[in-house]
């Protein structure tokens, strides 16, 4: 593991909703942990070999303890079972510091954040922010049920304090039906920030309705990639730094041939979401999976997410 860790201990489980719990993680060796800013998330690095990210819903500016709120999916490869499961009271984790691909921009005259399911996480952790600075929000989240929708009381209570407005709609429920993005987006003023984060459905939806907006007031968090990674293989990587050429075979990623030559390049969420795989491509032609690249780096073709990305020439060289 090439990234810096840190150990915490698990202070609390809390039941927050169905199928979903709260963690209270403290700094196993006492003191302070590092600061983070709204929509960060961390890594658990969990001992059945998993890595998964979770958003921190505590208010940033805390540093006694991290929060994050876990939602046992049913199609969990392990992660998130796993901790339901496994991860007590009292149980020491492994965990990669904050990091933030999902920035609030605080002086935004007003923010719209829409949020699916267990997408709340990181919106909750701005709402508090943005309250906290006096700024103007408005809260449209989706879930299939109140019951099955976390972080209901606090939201309220935030939306007692000022003037802000929360629009709440349960899929499952009588009335229900999904949040209509295209409304809220052209409803919103032309100089909001807007913010996404939930299923792929709803991001794909959101992407759509902010076309015309100015990209850099658009925001949005992936917890999992839009494409299938590249597995066909039958390419070879050329590691430059490493003098070494590594052959891609069908069924793998670039980051598993490399783990089986005995490499242990930096990876986090093996999804293409984190940014953490990613290296500087010196000749060749990735075929992008990610989330993380723009279009336009997309296009330049200078770096790639090995954990998903593959190659659409024979040999591509890094430069690792
Ligand atoms: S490990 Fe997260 S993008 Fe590759």
Known sequence: ????????????????????????LRPAAGG????????AHIDLHLSNGTTRSYSLINPEGE???????????????????????????????????????????????????????????PIWCMLQRLTDLG???????????????????????????????????????????????????????????????????????FEQATKSRRRDRVHVEYFSAKEAPAKSGGFTVSLAKSNTKVFVGEGKTILDALIDAGFDPPRSCTEGVCGTCEMRVLEGIPDHRDMVLTDAERASNKSMMICCSG??????????
Not at 32 to 39: H, I, Q, S, T, Y
Not at 177 to 183: S, T
Not at 311 to 320: G, K, M, N, Q
Request: hydrophobic letters at 40%; glycine letters at 6%; one cysteine or more.
């Open 1 to 24: 593991m090439n990234t810096p860790v840190l150990e915490v201990w698990v202070k609390s489980v809390t039941y927050e909703a169905e199928r979903i719990n709260a963690y209270d």
């Open 32 to 39: 302070e942990l590092p600061p983070f800013k709204a929509g």
């Open 63 to 121: 540093r006694h303890r991290y929060v994050i709120a876990v939602s046992n999916d049913a199609a969990s490869a392990g992660g998130s079972r796993y901790i339901h499961e496994q991860v007590r009271p009292g149980d020491r984790l492994i965990i990669t510091p904050p990091q933030n691909d999902f920035v609030l921009v605080e002086d935004a005259s007003h923010s719209v954040l829409i949020a699916g399911g267990i997408g709340i996480t």
């Open 135 to 205: 700024r103007s929000w408005e809260l449209h989240y989706s879930a299939r049920t109140r019951a099955s929708a976390a972080l209901l009381e606090p939201i309220a209570a935030l939306r007692a304090l000022g003037t802000n407005s929360v629009v709440l709609n349960f899929d499952f429920e009588s009335g229900g039906r999904p949040l209509d993005l295209a409304a809220i987006v052209s409803n919103a003023p032309h100089d909001a920030h807007l913010y996404c984060c939930g299923p792929a459905g709803m991001l794909e939806a």
């Open 311 to 320: 190659a659409r020439s024979e040999t591509l060289v890094l430069d690792w």
